[in-house]
């Protein structure tokens, strides 16, 4: 029979419209990733512009276990995670209700959300910086007009603090486009549902716990992954503020693997790292695109 | 023109089996319509006939051409869609005139013909306006002005006036009546309203879970339904099933429902008691509400203009009778009724066929 | 909600809109009034905001000390533009078929693109800088565009795919009868039906494109240097010139802001509603 059908021919040009990306994003980064898990598994060492590898198994994870620039790193990580998720999440959603409110919908706070989220890291990483200058900064300067502290603090001085204020920063930075998300996802509740709860007698927070948050569970969810995801990424902020310092107090896991790496040259021991960072997120990307599968979902549509 | 041939026809998704084993004949010139409920396949035929979806065995035919392998537009149909699908981003004439852009046909020429078919369908002033302008009945009306303008050797319709209100639903139905005795296309038309497909087709199929239950006239349909399921599916209100079994004794010879005896007449008995468990098949215009018959309460009257639905409680359970006019019948009324031994059906219990009993009976 | 408000109701949520506008604003509105205010004043205690302590000059002086920023503006521009078109270019006709043609492997397809938004640069960055010195890449700018389209492909493939999706399949069908090839509705009717979609998609692949730091850091050196290494460097040289390191910054966001504030409509329908969409 001559000719080919019409499902045939889509499926054709479907073949040949994905072939460039697929082959685009595997050249680009199939290799790499692969190559850092090799890389993770030898000893490496850089002698005179030559690289020499030699197998060693799992002894560059093993050795984390003994190092405690690792366990701190990890534990400045597992704190920073929990507290940005939480404080960005709760105040992203508290940001949303407002902006849901009829006496948050104009445009005016639109804006307000959308500058944070499209101001370079590097930048806003800079902008702290000079608000926390324990000379000169903004910050030591109301607070002492205000009445609040006594003399001027050193904001980024010790371990604690330094930690803190990063995660001061990057919640800064980080509650807008959580709070666009959430916002999308209460701007879906359909209003017959809250008109029928009123109708029912439902007060205002009695709507919120039974309407409102089932409603944007799904939404709360994906919100809650890709933040954690992200603060793993972090690495602008900590460049720039601190460059983990002091005294460590404010290296995370993934400015931990960059260092190693192209600072002290361990590339062994960086990669070993880099791969912790990884097998984190990867977990992480299988529980947020479970979400995201139709039967995991419950956004109303 | 168009001779449009199903020969078992299959459609499969992996294991799932969509359609099964169709055939059809569709004649040059004639109107069928494929009747079914939402999931039954109906779309999915259509679908094949226009060569949007791959056949998965089978033989689809036009003019004694195998079709099988053919693009929608080698096979020469024109198809008015569900939602109408018009193109949002082009104007109405724009829309119409697409297909003939695509053949490269001069832009004057397509200009008269746009302009001949608006003419037809009365959409000449809303030619430079966009579908999101326009009413669902002109987006209807341009919808088959884009399948016109080909003048297509068959026409296909998915389900086109679902979304139009009823009242122009019903005057859409002579339209595309009037539309196909003047033109002659051969059309075939998917929907999942009885009466529409009754009032239009020049034949109909029902098609139940991928297979074709039955073909015929929309009369033959009706009247002498192969099986249960058409004949539940076709009437409005739904024809009524009793569950009993043939009785012959002292009493009497009939139809017997818990204590209540219908009297049949011998021949039909005859005919019948040879079967195993049977329904009878009773349509709302055939239970008459008399003097003499089976007590019943008068449970729910639905008045819809020149006649009235009289839902009645009795022992064998609920049965609506249609009388003529508005009704003056209330609710908890006792009255009596009967069922005309002329226009009854029987099914057997099991297989769901209709029995077939000798005319004149 | 529903329901009445009641004046106390309306008074906190007044509040706290008050509270949100003042954080979000205040560190915003303190770059833009630093940036323009002289060294002596920014560094009096508290801060002199007298008249005449206003200026231009950091601006002036930015653009005369650090020729490194120009260039790094110039550079920001081509690698992001570049990224972002070579990302539409393949990541469009991807996204089409991977909602439309039931092709085999489009589910792992799918994961895998999902799945390279979410890992740190890092976990690439080594291999990628050996990769990049091998191909002799390093310090340039197509190396910038070729790493950049590592993240930004996948994310236009993903925004895209759902609004793809979107589009009624009545609409492909129809112009398949109508005698369209699969191409010509893909030109004809799905790309001038998706383009504010798009459009948000390229905004998004831009503003991320000239954000990007981790990446210019490891493979540039100072020609192809884009503007947050540029400021961060600026940062590290001159930091305690404060109002020039805040002209530097404030020029540096100012064209992605004045976008995203432009076409925030479209950068918010499309980006957030596609990450929580299938």
Redesign the interface.
Known sequence: MAGIT?QQ???R???G??L???V??LA??A???A??LW?SLHHVELAGGA?AESFIGLANYAALLDDDSFRLAVSNSAYFSVCEVALVVGLGL??AL?LN?P??RSGF???????????????N???????L?S??G?LN?IL??LGLIDNYVTWLGTPGRALNMLLLVDV?KS???IA??L???LQKIP?ML??A??LDGA??WQ??RFI?LPSLR??LA?AII?QT?WS??L??LV??LTRGGPADGTVLL?YL??RQ??NFLH?GS??AV??V??FI??I??IA??RM???GG?K?PA | MAKVELAAVYKRFGTLEICSNINLVVADKEFVTLLGSSGCGKTTIL?MI?G?EDVSAGEIRMEGRVVNNL???ERD???V?????????MTVAENIG??LR??RISRAEIEKRVGTIAGLLELTPLLGRLPSQLSGGQQQRVAIG?AMV?EPKTFLFDEPFSNLDAALRVRMRSEIKLLHQRLGVTSIFVTHDQEEALSISDRVAVVNEGRVEQVGTPEEIYVRPVSRYVARFIGSPQIDLLDGAIVEESGGTGFRVGHVLFALPQPLVHALRTQGALEMGVRPENVLIADQGTAANVRVVNPVGPASFVTLAWEGGLITARVPGMSRLKAGEAVQFNVDPQHLMFFDKASGRRIEVPAGL | ???KPSKL??LS??L??GI??F???A??A??VV?SLMQQQA??A???DFSPSAFTFQNYVEVMNSAAALGRGLANSLIVAVSTTAVALA??A??A???A????PGSGP?L??????Q???????????F??MSHLGLIDSRLGLV??Y??FN??IV?WILHGFFLAI?V??E????????????I?R??VL??SWPPIFATAIFAF?ES??E??FA??LTRQNAQT???V??QF?GQY?TV?GQ??AA?TM??TP??V???IF?QS??KG???G????
């Open positions: 019409l021919r889509r499926r040009f479907g073949v419209a994905l460039p990306a697929v685009i994003i680009i980064l290799y790499p990733m190559a850092s890389l690289v508290g940001v407002l409110h006496l948050g706070f639109r804006v307000l959300l959308i500058i944070p989220w499209a101001i370079a890291p590097v930048a990483a800079v902008l702290w910086k000079w608000i200058n000379n000169y903004i300067a002492t007009e800064w509650i807008p486009f666009l998300l916002l999308a996802g209003a809250y008109r709860a009123w007060n205002a709507q919120f409102t799904t939404t994906i890709l995801l793993f990424k690495f602008d460049y720039v993934n693997a960059y790496t192209f590339i960086g990669a880099a791969n960072v990884f997120s990867l992480l990307a947020y695109i995201l599968r139709p979902r956004v | 679908n226009a949007l693009t929608p537009f149909v024109a198809m869609f569900q939602n109408y699908a018009l193109y949002p981003h697409f297909t695509l053949r884009r080909r | 909600m529903q329901g109701g309306r949520i007044q706290g809109l949100f506008g954080w979000t604003l560190p915003i303190w770059l630093s920014l560094t205690t508290p801060p393949v990541g006709p991807a089409y078929a991977l439309r043609f039931q092709l397809i994961l895998m693109i999902l799945a390279t979410m890992f740190p640069g890092i976990v690439v960055a080594i291999p990628m050996i990769v070729i790493v389209l590592s492909l996948p493939i009624p009545g609409l069908r129809a112009a398949a009868v109508d005698g369209a090839t699969t191409l010509q893909f004809l009717i001038p039906i503003i000239w954000n730091f981790f850091l490891i503007v947050p290494l400021i961060s940062a930091q404060f390191m805040m910054a540096a966001v992605v802001v976008i995203a504030i925030r950068i918010m980006f957030t509603e990450m929580i969409k299938s």
